[in-house]
């Protein structure tokens, strides 16, 4: 009998696995990968083959619209989530929550308190929620426990690890027996060496070349692990970059004194928290100090801005205009590139290139925002997407018309079909034998059964 049994649980497992297995072979896939501050139009200073080769087969994207303020942690969380700074509350790279009465920085990697995340459900915990596996290798955010999820791979922030090393997690992933359908990876150049040299100087040819031939390892190892023709690849950034210089400089020493309000957040935007009290104090001394900085009380943000609905947002903002910078005097740490400016302008615009079943060949498309990424990252893994500020049908022409998810449809509905009747057929075959064993097993043991009882009332009886 408990042969027969276990040769049916064999014959179910038989007859559904190869149905499971389809599944998961022929699932949409997809590999988001930033290349931090890597501006729209850095594959056109140095020869990028690479790039190219991506933009020859699949689509591009001229000119991205990210969000305000153009800086790394806002922008990578708008990617995944649709939403404005101000709605999915990750406002700067440096914040202050004065209800948490708590503090969030990238410069000291003090970004693991939950919930300074948490007004926003990053795409991989749906993703997740809806079935699937993602993985991410070092993408801002990852190895923070959001909503109660990490995502089901991630690789613990640490800037040493090679884009190789991120590379090979992330192919181990996307073949596993228990594949992922998402990836995310993340890169932290050309923004350290844009910040450092400047977007204009000659020598960022070589930094922008560089990442090319990673760009062609990424292809190369796809290639290899025969993932290349099936993934959906998406190569964007989350901002560009702007040439500073000694010579367009904002001292803010030089218009209001330091004990008055502490900076929360630095060059270009200045987000300022003014001691209490002194609110109009410091607003009348900045207001007009410079020619080349614009200070907004918090409700006089333009709203375009999409900047203004968020406690984590200062009651001051002091924003410098394209290529200059706030400090508060000279002896302050000044970089010859930098981003954060206005969203509106094209030196702060994110590169945008997509290859894979999904994506239409050798096609330009003029503007997107990059809000609209997360509509069309759910539409390609096929999971719900919650309410955001991007739109799909913005997007929606960069894909072929019928989104391949499946190269063989008959194929595949023969093998839905089988699956359902493999289920049907091994759960009646189960339950049938369960009936004829329990009746079998009943009858056989009624008899011991009615002695245990006899055995059990006959003290009962004496007492
Ligand atoms: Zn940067």
Redesign the pocket.
């Known amino acids: 009998m408990v042969a027969t049994l276990i040769l049916l649980v064999m014959a179910i497992c038989v007859m559904t696995s190869p149905s499971i297995l389809s599944f998961q072979q022929d699932q949409p896939r997809v590999l988001l990968l930033s290349f931090?501050?890597f501006r729209w139009d850095y594959i056109y200073k140095v020869p990028t083959p690479n790039f190219h080769y991506i933009m020859k087969n699949g689509v591009r994207v001229k000119q991205v619209t990210n969000v305000f303020i153009t800086k790394?942690y806002p922008n990578h969380y708008t990617m995944v989530t649709g939403l404005y700074a101000e709605s999915h509350g990750i406002v700067a790279n440096e914040m202050y929550d004065p209800v948490l009465n708590k503090t969030f920085s990238l410069n000291n990697m003090n970004i693991y308190n939950s919930k300074f995340w948490e007004e926003a459900c990053p795409i991989w915990v749906t993703n997740q929620m809806e079935g699937h596996r993602t993985g991410a290798a070092m993408w801002p955010g990852t190895d923070v426990k959001i909503h109660g999820v990490f995502p089901t791979h991630y690789l613990f922030y640490n800037e040493s690890v090679s884009f190789e090393d991120r590379v090979a997690k992330l192919i181990d992933w996307f073949i596993s027996e228990e594949p992922i359908n998402f990836g995310l990876l993340y890169w932290e150049q050309p923004?350290a060496m844009?910040?450092v040299l400047g977007p204009e100087n000659p020598l960022m040819g070589a930094v922008i070349s560089e990442i090319d031939g990673k760009l062609g390892y990424l292809v190369s190892e796809l290639k290899k692990a025969k993932l290349w023709d099936t993934l959906n690849i998406i190569i964007t950034s989350d901002h560009g970059m702007a040439q500073s210089s000694s010579e367009r400089l904002i001292e803010l020493d030089q218009y209001v004194a330091r004990e008055l309000y502490t900076m929360v957040d630095h060059s270009p935007v200045v987000a300022i928290l003014p001691k209490e009290g002194k609110l109009d104090e410091v607003y009348e001394a900045l207001v007009n100090a410079h020619p080349n900085m614009t200070v907004y009380k918090k409700e006089e943000i333009p709203s375009r801005l999409h900047y203004r609905y968020n406690s984590k947002i200062q009651p001051i903002l002091a924003m410098a205009d394209e290529g200059w910078e706030i400090l508060q005097n000279k002896s302050d740490q000044l970089s010859l590139g930098n981003?954060g400016y206005d969203n509106i302008l094209p030196e702060m615009h994110p590169i945008f290139l997509a290859y894979g079943p999904a994506f239409r060949k050798n096609t330009t498309k003029e503007a997107m925002s990059l809000t609209d990424l997360y509509p069309l990252l759910c539409h390609l893994l096929g999971i719900s997407p919650l309410p955001n500020n991007g739109s799909f049908s913005n997007v929606e022409d960069l894909l072929l018309r019928e989104v391949p998810r499946d190269p063989h449809p008959k194929f595949y509905e023969q093998e839905s079909y089988a699956y359902f009747i493999g289920v049907f057929l091994g759960s009646t075959l189960v339950v049938v034998f369960l009936l004829v064993f329990t009746k079998h097993l009943t009858h056989r043991q009624l008899p011991s059964m009615q002695v245990q009882h006899t055995e059990i009332s006959q003290p009962l009886l004496q007492g």
Request: aromatic share 0%; glycine share 28%.
């Open positions: 931090d501050g790394t923004d844009g910040h981003h």
